[in-house]
């Protein structure tokens, strides 16, 4: 301990909790809840009071300075506060920001924490009820903001039928589908094992959803209880965010750990923290299954250790649908048969938007000090936009804490015309459901000079000749985007 820089980041408590019983306290009481388990889990009643920072991650309330509301609660009423913008890559990309300035010595001690109770709230409004809600001073604003706009796509993508994640990830999953050598049906069976991995381990979290341990062919067969979604996506296979969770925890430096008297079996050190940004234009990427930033942000953090993924101990893939996962798992040689979760993954365990690797970055620190080895969790945002991972382990890091904003090469393809007309070839798609059934369908076009442009229909024959393995296929495209039946 003598030896450790007194800068070196660390993380000292966590804390997570899901409400099941009837409660109709918001979100901000969540939050300031869930902060109070991180700091009783770092066992130091005097470090509310030295925390510097209160970081939220952004949600679906209307809080303008939600940080100062929950520093008031826990007794943190001298710290800043900080507020994101939306991202699945935002709690990694933060706590790797946050570790950087603790190793610089300009930040002693942070909170973050984020929270929903879209549960709560989605009934009260079937109900015809309205929550208390803490109130908030006029013209309260963060000390900071964090991250930049979340974007989701252009007019005309979203005009085509681009308008969630639920259609992106689909899509790219039908790419990945085409490609397989097995076949579309040996490949769902494939994505029902490597999902039934995920519903495994949500089966002992005590804070996950979905604890019921669901089987492969469970998770891939369609019926009642578990419906087609978005083509070849079932309920089982899609995030879920109808919960009542909050996660929070503490970092800090070292010097500040030893002063507030944090015992050294709590600690894990941040060893790096990297982050890429692809295209934020979906339609241009070179291959919507593949992305270099993801590939060389993952490669970076391995890189910077001097580690391989199989020296990795510990693995929490950002998991909102498989394609995700089976794009993470490719781009670094992932054995797909590890264990890849610390929670049970957004399908199982469940999160409140925004905030699922927030639990993972909880989940992998109680982990490592169950079981010491070497760590590494995964955030990603937007379509597969923004990554962002970061090496974490009970012992000390080798050399100081880095935090690496790579700009890596990124593969493009031409975006064809938004009125773009003719023969096209079928890349990829997928077919909405509604609890009635198929609704339309989204197509991703490749133009005979390899542009890529996107249709939609809501011709039965259309989506049933789509679905029975369209891919590669030729389909008209009409002006307006339309694929005829």
């Not at 007019?155 to 076949?183: C, K, Q």
């Not at 969770?245 to 790096?272: H, Q, T």
């Not at 890429?276 to 593949?290: I, P, Y």
């Not at 939609?456 to 296929?473: C, I, K, V, Y």
Request: one cysteine or more.
């Amino acid at each position: 301990m003598s030896t450790l820089d007194p800068s070196t980041p660390v993380i000292v408590g966590v804390g997570q909790l899901n409400r099941r019983a009837p409660d109709e306290r918001d979100a901000v009481e969540l939050m300031a809840d869930a902060c109070r388990l991180a700091l009783a889990d770092a066992g130091s009643p005097r470090l509310s009071a030295t925390t510097d920072l209160v970081a939220v991650l952004d949600g679906l309330w209307s809080w303008q300075d939600p940080g100062r509301l929950v520093a008031d609660r826990i007794g943190a009423t001298g710290a800043r506060t900080l507020l994101t913008t939306f991202g699945g890559q935002t709690p990694q990309s933060l706590s790797g920001v946050l570790a950087d300035r603790i190793a610089r010595g300009d930040l002693g001690a942070a909170i973050v924490c984020g929270g929903e109770i879209n549960h709560t709230r989605r009934r009260a409004r079937r109900a015809g009820r309205t929550l208390p809600r803490t109130r908030e001073p006029e013209g309260r604003k963060p000390t900071e903001r964090f991250g930049a706009p979340l974007d989701m796509g252009t007019e005309h993508e979203r005009s085509r039928g681009l308008v969630d994640p639920l259609t992106t990830y689909a899509v790219i999953e039908s790419i990945l589908m085409a490609r397989s050598a097995d076949g579309p049906e040996r490949h769902m069976e494939r994505v029902g094992r490597l999902w039934a991995g995920f519903a495994a381990v949500a089966a002992t979290n005590p804070h996950a959803a979905d604890r019921r341990g669901t089987g492969a062919a469970e998770i891939v067969e369609v019926g009642p209880a578990n419906r087609m979604v978005s083509w070849p996506y079932p309920k089982s296979m899609c995030a879920n965010n109808d919960v009542d969770m909050a996660a929070a925890l503490v970092i800090c430096s070292a010097e500040v750990a030893i002063a507030m008297g944090v015992a050294r079996d709590r600690w894990v050190f941040p060893w790096v923290a990297t982050e890429a940004d692809d295209t934020n234009l979906f339609s241009a990427r070179g291959a919507l299954d593949e992305s270099p930033a993801l590939a060389d942000a993952g490669r970076a953090a391995l890189d910077a250790t001097g580690l391989t993924i199989d020296e990795i101990t510990h693995l929490d893939l950002y998991s909102c649908f498989p394609s995700i996962v089976e794009m993470t798992v490719g781009a670094l040689g992932i054995d797909p048969d590890r264990r890849l979760t610390m929670t049970g993954g957004l399908g199982f365990a469940g999160a409140a938007m925004n905030t699922a690797t927030l639990h993972g970055l909880c989940a992998m620190t109680e982990g490592l000090r169950r079981e010491p080895g070497i760590g590494l969790v995964q955030g990603n945002g937007g379509n597969a936009t923004h990554h962002a991972f970061g090496i974490y382990s009970p012992e000390p890091p080798r050399t100081p804490f880095t935090h690496l904003a790579r700009d890596p090469r990124l593969a493009t393809r031409p975006v064809a015309p938004t009125d773009a007309a003719g023969p096209v070839q079928v890349e990829g798609f997928t077919v909405r459901f509604d609890r009635e059934g198929p609704t339309h369908a989204v197509v991703s076009c490749l133009t005979a000079d390899g542009a890529r442009a996107w249709g939609h229909t809501r011709s039965g024959d259309a989506m049933e000749w789509l679905m029975s393995g369209a891919f590669g296929e030729t389909a008209t495209l009409t002006s307006d985007g339309r694929i005829p039946g």
